[in-house]
């Protein structure tokens, strides 16, 4: 596994983190979600990822527990604030109130003083930017965040964010965690920018489009028994990729994979990695032997031939 700086911060992150939406705590059961962890910790992943928001909490808990047993100094963890975690009217959003309580009980469910990263999981619309930082600023004050981070925030939303902090002395956000694949690339033409010009490292997530860049889903089997596109609590986020479009670019796609002697989904990862301002991508598994084949997308080293190549089969 390589790793590479966050931003122009200090922290090193493994190219490939593991996440934990729609898995751990919810679809996965809670013995196959631990394997699976401490199998891509002893791989060499040391970035972790969740959310409060994840089975309502329960995720936390499952990735707390299986990491419970190794040194806190060798992993990266990272969870996030913003949705509604209850029915009240402060139960949602990056108010001062909200933050503050929902990073206490985050560390509660994850057993751990500190978070390494803490992601503003959306943009909030009714509460001031300068409100959202200084309290995350105080809780980094604290020692109980390390790192400020956030996720799907335009470039706008930004650069207003680190003007904010720049003028009343906070700390500033270090990361972005913006979605992020073959078939989804919004961020090249402003977040990338932006975020290069202040130091601000990506963490993308959902980088095989839903399973899509697998290779399992096809044009003659769009739903193969067992797989995400059966689940009905996940597969309304994949039917913009069942196209038939998308599916036989997804094939021509797995022809280059195939030339190169690896897998779909590692061509996918290596294509990622391709750009200096993503640190890492994450990755979702439900099972030890998906998390190892990922990783090994952090080995690939694509030609500028084959990214040219890729380039023409997307257009």
């Known amino acids: 596994m390589k790793y590479r700086r966050l931003g122009r911060s200090g922290l090193k992150v493994s190219e490939v983190s ?19 962890i401490e199998t891509a910790y002893d791989i060499g992943i040391n970035s972790f990822d969740t959310a409060n928001v994840y089975a309502t909490g329960e995720s936390e ?34 108010s001062r109130k909200h933050v503050f309580e929902q990073l206490h ?4 469910r994850l057993n751990t003083d500190y978070v390494d990263i ?40 930004i650069q207003e964010a680190v003007g904010t902090a720049d003028k009343y002395l906070l ?11 073959m078939f989804h690339r919004y961020i090249e033409e402003e977040v990338v920018p932006v975020s290069e010009q202040h130091g601000i490292g990506q963490i993308v997530f959902s980088p095989l489009a839903q399973g899509v860049l697998t290779g399992k889903y096809s044009l003659s089997n769009r739903a193969p028994e067992g797989s995400r596109a059966t689940d009905p609590n996940s597969n309304m986020y994949m039917n913009q990729f069942l196209t038939d479009e ?26 990622i990695l391709r750009l200096p301002n993503i640190a890492s991508t ?23 031939d084959i990214i040219t190549q890729i380039e023409e089969i997307l257009k």
Not at 63 to 84: M, N
Not at 105 to 108: A, G
Request: glycine share 8%; proline share 3%; aromatic share 8%.
């Open 18 to 36: 593991l996440g934990s939406w729609l898995t751990y705590g919810a679809s996965t059961e809670k013995e196959k979600a631990i394997r699976t």
């Open 61 to 94: 808990k499952v990735v707390g527990e299986a990491l419970a047993k190794y040194s806190r100094d060798s992993y990266v963890l990272a969870t996030k604030v913003f949705w509604p975690m209850g029915e009240g009217p402060n139960d949602s959003g990056l």
């Open 105 to 108: 009980s985050s560390l509660k």
């Open 118 to 157: 803490y992601y503003c999981h959306r943009y909030d619309t009714e509460t001031p930017v300068d409100e959202t930082l200084r309290t995350i600023d105080d809780l980094i004050r604290q020692g109980k965040i390390l790192y400020a981070g956030v996720s799907e925030w335009t470039a706008q939303q």
């Open 171 to 181: 700390n500033r956000i270090v990361v972005n965690q913006p979605n992020y694949n």
């Open 246 to 271: 998308t599916l036989a670019k997804v094939e021509k796609l797995g022809g280059v994979a195939k030339e190169l002697d690896i897998s779909l989904s590692q061509l996918a990862i290596a294509w």
């Open 282 to 304: 994450l990755v979702g598994a439900t099972k030890p032997e998906q998390i190892i084949e990922n990783a090994k997308g952090s080995d690939v080293i694509l030609t500028n």
